[in-house]
């Protein structure tokens, strides 16, 4: 996953400083510099981690993070701020308003490469994500999604359901069950980190429920190569038995014995122009009706509703 960091500075020093600090690891690190009259600009891409540097920026320091923090989306984005100003109160103000860190110039490189690695090696562990598969879950989804509709983008949410899992679990167990959550992450994320050119992003709703967005590719080769593997592995789950016959027995509540079919994997994709859909609500109504219609479909398939203009 590739970390966006804005750095709010009036000139591009720290950002270049921080460019030579990271020159190793800039594909996993994207640094850009932005003026403090700017600062709609990173707040609405909802960025990693925000950096400000106040010795080059002319603004009241408390007012612009307080202003930052009463942004939703940016709630939960750490704030670096950079600073000569050695005055205690000023520093303590500063913390007040929930910044996470303030560092002193002159700057120990040192210490802001370390700084910054541990805060987004944090934000890996904790931010919201799922223990199971150590995918972003619900809050970052959202998020992910109203960034491209704010950047009037044309992109497309790929929304992944299992078929047949909660038979699975009652035959099998939740822990054999949370080996096929899991088997299913690294096939999703396999296949959509294969695409070029594309800047994706994949989160588990939770459950057996996946969400994938992606730029402009070919969804059908994309949705049949998950699916391909999927049906080739999932087999791997199941005995020799349910494997030859290919269902599972289990009794409903009322003690018969009833037949599912072998859990397979179902795919709605929605392209979505931002000049069509103005918010995720509106993304999530259409998306309902198009994995319901993939899921009355038997087996592994998908389905595409394509942009209309």
Do not use: W
Not at 80 to 96: C, T
Not at 191 to 217: L, M, Q, R, Y
């Amino acid at each position: 996953m590739i970390h966006e960091i804005y750095v709010i500075e009036d000139t591009t020093e720290l950002k270049d400083k921080l460019n030579i600090l990271f020159n190793k690891e800039l594909d996993e690190y994207k640094f850009k510099t932005i003026k403090a009259t700017e600062l709609d600009i990173a707040l609405r891409n909802i960025p990693s981690l925000i950096i400000i540097d106040e010795n080059t920026s002319n603004i009241n320091i408390v007012d612009f993070c307080k202003n930052i923090r009463s942004n939703e989306d940016n709630s939960i984005t750490p704030i670096i701020v950079v600073s000569g100003n050695r005055d205690r109160n000023h520093v303590i103000d500063v913390l007040k308003t929930d910044v996470e860190f303030y560092v002193q110039t002159p700057i120990d490189d040192e210490y802001l490469y370390y700084t910054i690695k541990n805060i987004i090696n944090l934000l890996n562990k904790n931010r919201r994500i799922s223990p199971l598969t150590g995918l972003p879950g619900n809050v970052q989804i959202q998020a992910e999604m109203k960034k491209r509709l704010l950047n009037k983008e044309t992109f497309a949410i790929l929304y992944f359901d299992l078929d047949n899992f909660k038979a699975y679990n009652d035959v099998y167990g939740f822990s054999n069950g949370d080996e096929i959550i899991k088997f299913t992450a690294r096939t999703i994320s396999k296949h959509i980190h294969e695409i070029e050119n594309s800047n994706n992003f994949i989160g588990h709703v939770g459950g057996d429920d996946f969400v994938a967005v992606i730029g402009k590719t070919d969804y059908d080769l994309v949705c049949q190569n998950i699916i391909a593997e999927f049906d080739k592995c999932v087999v791997n789950f199941y005995n020799d038995v349910d494997i030859e016959r290919g269902y599972v027995e289990v009794a409903n509540r009322r003690g018969i014995i009833e037949q599912f079919p072998l859990t397979s994997i179902s795919i709605a994709v929605l392209e979505v122009d931002s000049t069509v859909y103005k918010s995720t609500l509106e993304i999530g109504e259409i998306a309902s009706q198009i994995k319901h219609q993939a899921k009355t479909i038997l087996g592994s398939t998908y389905v595409i509703n394509r942009r209309r203009f």
